[in-house]
């Protein structure tokens, strides 16, 4: 593992992310894990979205990926990153609900559009002089979607079968492929434990101590990233829910220290803590209120696809389209 981290970091970052352009699924690719994959995420619609957001703020830790959302102004402001991250979460459904062998599937044309948009941002970013989106860069964005949710499913109240986390792997693994990571650097190539292992030490060496000294910039994008959101999730609170992601990181900084919180940002805390470690680790009140909170979260979704009131009350309607 610590050789696989070691050819990421070395190989990774000098090799560009905007060569492979195969829109094809590769050999490799099996329907049914997939599927399992995709059923994994429904099953805990709500504790994924969760683990998907503490996921976002974290790769806002690592200094290329920053410089580049910096550079394309897309989520430097709470009304920009609320357009933005709401395309990226669309996006997202559209991969879990649809069909990748349909070459005519909004899962497929998704795919393709972001990755056009990933090659145009790279482009932007060599002209800039910061050099291209690197392989390393899009491996580390897709641990953000997928790492926290494989390694500590526990920590967020998500419930599944092996076969559900070997699917929930090859999904990434497909979708990382047909995003332009190469085979060789894709951190879901191999079994459910080579990629927990590979993950985990990921986490470790690169995201951990980029959390602990965040690149300048950090605070403010993490800030319009959380505030974006509150207009889907208004019970966000910005220090809870970085203690929350921190706590998740298993990293000690000032934003998951008692004595920087306000009451507040504690009972926030306290109550996200009870859900997530306790509410939905227990079988019985799981199968009762893990419905409920997928339905909140889908609806939630759906009307801010639709009809965004919260955003419109937030930011105005002219601002919001």
């Known amino acids: 593992v610590t050789d696989e981290l070691k050819f990421l970091l070395q190989d990774g970052s000098v090799t560009a992310a905007d060569t492979n352009n195969t829109s094809e699924l590769p050999p490799w690719f099996d329907l049914d ?7 994994y995420f429904h099953t805990n619609y709500f504790a994924m979205f969760v683990a998907k957001l503490c996921g976002l703020l974290t790769i806002l830790a690592i200094p290329s990926i920053l410089r580049v959302l910096v550079l394309t102004r897309q989520s430097n402001e ?10 990226t979460m669309i996006h997202m459904l559209d991969w879990y609900e649809g069909d990748l062998l349909e070459p005519t599937s909004r ?7 972001v990755r056009t948009r990933h090659c145009s941002a790279s482009r932007k970013a060599r002209k800039a002089g910061l ?16 790492g926290f949710g494989l390694l500590v499913p526990e920590k967020l ?31 879901c190539k191999g079994d459910v434990l080579e990629t927990k292992q ?74 996200q803590i009870l859900v997530h470690e306790v509410v939905l680790r227990n079988w019985l009140l799981a199968w009762m209120v893990r419905p409920i909170l997928n339905f909140g979260m889908w609806f939630s979704v759906f009307m801010t696809q639709r009809l965004p009131i919260l955003a419109y009350v937030q930011f105005g309607k002219s601002q919001v389209h």
């Open 33 to 39: 894990k997939f599927r399992r994959g995709q059923q």
């Open 78 to 87: 709470p009304v920009a990153a609320f357009r933005r991250y709401l395309v």
């Open 107 to 113: 899962a497929h044309k998704s795919l393709i559009g």
């Open 131 to 146: 050099g291209p989106i690197s392989q390393l860069d899009m491996v580390l964005t897709q641990f953000g979607f997928m």
């Open 157 to 187: 109240g998500i419930s599944g079968s092996p076969e559900e986390q070997e699917g929930f792997v090859h999904f990434w693994r497909t979708v990382g492929h047909l995003l332009g990571i190469e085979d060789r650097f894709n951190i």
């Open 198 to 271: 590979l993950c985990q030490t990921i986490l470790e060496q690169v995201f951990v101590p980029a959390l602990r000294k965040p690149p300048k910039g950090f605070e403010h994008m993490s800030l319009c990233l959380l505030k974006a959101m509150w207009s889907m999730v208004p019970f966000l609170d910005y220090d809870a829910f970085m203690s929350f992601t921190m706590r998740l990181a298993g990293v000690e900084t000032s934003h998951n220290s008692k004595e920087t919180l306000t009451f507040h940002s504690r009972v926030i805390l306290a109550f």
